[in-house]
């Protein structure tokens, strides 16, 4: 190694007073003659043991490697409505999704009356005249009865065009049924073959 960097050992104890079930110091220990610097190598550079505080657990997963919308410790806790996601060890949003506001709460409470939008900045007087009829996109009150028939048109299409396209279905099987039915079974006729006489 150029750098003549040997083995570095991590040694992990519980601090005084702690539970088992917290690693509160990490030690790491360099050895940097084992092996010897080679190749115009330099000697290692810094402290030869290094000690710093830990901020994970024993037997319980990090919070740093707790999945989207998740932290703490073991990763049992919620920030589901942070934006983009939360700080892993204190659940703390650098902002709040569409609906939600208070992102050193967590995002945990959700936009009041007149409030919508990331971080419920945005004001449904201003936009509707009135409060707004969700908190997410501000849609207004007033433009949701608009909508509401051709959301349920669009709903039901699915399932109209379904039931006519069985319903024509079963009409074909019926006719093709009934014309099996009519059809006349044709005799076979043998055809005359004569047999030699000898």
């Known amino acids: 190694m150029k750098n003549g960097l040997g083995g570095a050992h991590v040694v992990s104890r519980v ?23 080679q190749n115009e190598g330099t000697p290692c550079e810094g402290e030869e043991k290094e000690a710093k505080e830990s901020d ?12 989207p919308g998740f932290w703490g410790e073991d990763c049992k ?11 892993k060890f204190t659940g703390r949003c650098s902002a709040c999704k569409a609906g939600y506001k208070r992102p050193k709460e967590r995002c945990n409470v959700g936009c ?10 945005k004001n449904c007087t201003h936009k509707c005249g009135e409060d707004c009829a969700d908190r997410i996109h501000g849609f207004c009150a007033k433009n949701i009865l608009l909508y509401a028939p051709l959301m349920l048109i669009l709903f039901l299409t699915p399932y109209v065009l379904l039931f006519c396209l069985r319903s024509r279905d079963r009409k074909i099987q019926k006719e093709e049924g009934e014309q099996k039915s ?3 079974a044709i005799p076979e006729t043998k055809s005359g073959s004569s047999e030699d006489s000898d």
């Open 77 to 87: 806790f919620l920030c589901q409505n942070c934006e983009p996601d939360c700080e």
């Open 56 to 67: 994970c657990y024993r037997n319980k997963l990090c919070p740093k490697d707790c999945g």
């Open 182 to 184: 009519k059809l006349v």
């Open 15 to 37: 601090g005084a007073g702690q539970s088992d079930s917290s690693v509160k110091d990490k030690k790491r220990y360099r050895d940097c003659t084992n092996p010897a610097p």
């Open 112 to 121: 009041e009356e007149n409030e919508y939008g990331p971080n419920c900045l």
